[in-house]
């Protein structure tokens, strides 16, 4: 590659520019404003957003609200009222599940929890409040560690409707492809049981026999 | 797998809470803020819902409310300034004419004595009928000595209010924000849930009954002016501002209508039967159009439980109480409600 004339000198430049010198130079400039931490960056990298434009985003992140936990800390507790859907933006989330504990005498103790799963960066949980009339909740998520959440709640999906309607309707096709989604390999799993079931009964009728 | 939860957050629901006292007797106690601060409200609940129109066409939320407001401006500023001699004149004649009322009745009640004294041969007090007179008449002289103070009050609420209405539509998405910010996670979402579901109701029953008042006050401010009866202006205001008050409004501005017909053109006249049928028409219109089409946005209570905060919210606050014991009520229910779900769950 040649060089290009300035004032009256030449100038020799390598032979092949290093673009990722060049770019950790730029980058690293304090007047450089950083975008990886912001919000629209970290929703850019959520599998179920990847319709959204740039700006559609920048939109969705003025709608949303951050919220931070401690550790152990409920973030919804099951039979509750729930109106959000939950990203987690960094730390982790457990997901548990209460169950009556019928041979347990004292009622602090008749509580048992199961743990259903835990999630980490980038899941999502609580997406059913956000399509549901009156939803209640039905396991408890609680904070492992300290977490940043990011939650969209059903008041501003209703403000969304009502003045970006476009980004509205995005955000409910990827909350609908979520549930279907969910629902795919529920339906899947009930296919399966049944199928055992039923091998169970014929089992079961040949030993009658 | 047995746990235990951790909800040991006691203190910063405690002084969540505490802020929120706080902040209310702050501005309950300071009668200067608080009113112009509610007809502030009261005015952004009722134009609030024109943004998402302006910014659904590409305007900037900035833009959206510099436009509404300069608008409303116009609007309000142009029926000032063609009112404002007539309500002067309306005013200054009902000035004089209250004399010819007080009149009007004493003759009325001399004349109603001397027939019951004629057919029942009781002779009727005439302490209680003076002690009426004197009442009302002190009562608007009261009036008339405050006159110089309330418009300096609203002389300050002219300049308050615009600036207050200004700020809520613009800043009112990120006030609500940082607010939130502030809930203990803990309540996050009843909290968010239940001041959505207030706000939403107070907003639609101002809107609705805003709606259906300027509707009202319009029929019987027509009707008077094409009946050429006198105080047209006057009586339309009174009426739609009387109708914002369920089930006794309609009475309440049908009176000083009724007296002015007695007075000026007498029972049998055909303007008397003119005004009778004009509010009965407006009224009609009200519940059978208006009403049924603004009934879905109007708050789901019972009309037992309208009455009872009606006669409740008069007891302690007057008119003014009479118009907000709805949505007060209303908002009462809703969190009475959550309080009993969260205490015996959801059946």
């Known amino acids: 590659m040649g060089g290009f004339k300035h004032e009256n000198e030449e100038v020799n430049l390598p032979e092949r520019l290093n673009i990722g010198v060049i770019k950790y130079f730029w980058q690293s400039s304090p007047y450089n404003p950083s975008k990886k931490n912001t919000i629209p960056h970290f929703l850019r990298n959520i599998v179920v957003f990847k319709d959204f434009s740039d700006y559609e985003l920048y939109i969705l992140s003025k709608f949303i609200h951050e919220r931070t936990y401690e550790n152990g800390e409920i973030i919804f507790k099951q039979g509750d009222l729930g109106i959000g859907f939950y990203l987690i933006y960094y730390g982790n989330v457990e997901i548990i599940v209460e169950k009556e504990n019928p041979l347990s005498t004292s009622s602090a103790d008749s509580m048992e929890y199961s743990l259903v799963t835990c999630l980490e960066n980038k899941d999502y949980f609580g997406e059913l409040a956000l399509l549901q009339e009156n939803s209640i909740r039905s396991a408890t998520a609680v904070a492992k560690n300290a977490c940043k959440l990011i939650g969209i709640f059903k008041p501003d999906l209703d403000e969304l409707i009502r003045v970006h309607p476009v980004v509205a309707t995005k955000l409910l096709q990827s909350v609908s492809m979520i549930i279907a989604e969910r629902l795919y390999s529920i339906t899947k799993e009930v296919k399966i049981l049944k199928y055992k079931l039923s091998k169970m009964e014929q089992l079961n009728e040949n030993e009658v026999k | ?347």
């Open chain 2, 1 to 347: 797998m047995k746990m235990k939860l951790n909800s040991n957050k006691g203190k910063k629901i405690f002084f969540f809470f505490l802020l929120i006292v706080i902040s209310i007797i702050f501005i309950w106690s300071l009668p200067r803020l608080s009113i112009p601060l509610m007809i502030a409200y009261v005015l952004y609940l009722i134009v609030e819902p024109t943004i998402p129109q302006l910014l659904k066409l590409g305007v900037e939320r900035n833009l959206a409310v510099i436009i509404i407001f300069l608008s409303l401006a116009i609007i309000s500023i142009i029926p000032v300034v063609a009112l404002v001699p007539t309500v002067k004149m309306e005013v200054e004649n009902v000035g004089i004419y209250l004399p010819k009322v007080e009149t009007y009745i004493k003759t009325k009640y001399e004349e109603i004595q001397l027939v019951v004294l004629q057919k029942a041969g009781v002779e009727l007090n005439n302490e209680y009928f003076k002690n009426a007179i004197i009442y009302i008449s002190d009562n608007l002289q009261k009036i008339i000595i405050n006159i110089p103070k309330l418009l300096a009050s609203l002389l300050e609420w002219l300049l308050v209010i615009p600036f207050l209405l200004f700020f809520f539509l613009r800043d009112g998405f990120s006030f609500k924000r940082i607010i939130l910010k502030l809930v203990p996670n803990e309540i996050f979402e009843r909290t968010y849930y239940l001041s959505n579901e207030l706000n939403k109701k107070i907003g639609d029953y101002i809107f609705a009954k805003f709606i259906e008042a300027s509707i009202v006050g319009t029929i019987i401010f027509v009707g008077l002016l094409l009946m050429g009866v006198r105080f047209a202006f006057l009586l339309g205001i009174v009426a739609a501002f009387t109708n914002i008050i369920p089930y006794l409004g309609p009475f309440l501005g049908l009176l000083p209508a009724i007296i002015l017909g007695l007075v000026e053109h007498g029972i049998q006249s055909p303007e008397f039967s003119g005004i009778l049928i004009l509010y009965l028409a407006a009224n009609v219109i009200d519940l059978g159009f208006v009403f049924p089409i603004l009934v879905s946005k109007m708050v789901n209570l019972h009309p037992i439980i309208v009455v009872i905060s009606v006669i409740v919210g008069s007891h302690y606050l007057g008119v003014a109480g009479m118009i907000i014991s709805i949505p007060l009520a209303a908002a009462f229910k809703l969190v009475v409600a959550q309080i009993y779900f969260e205490i015996f769950g959801r059946g």
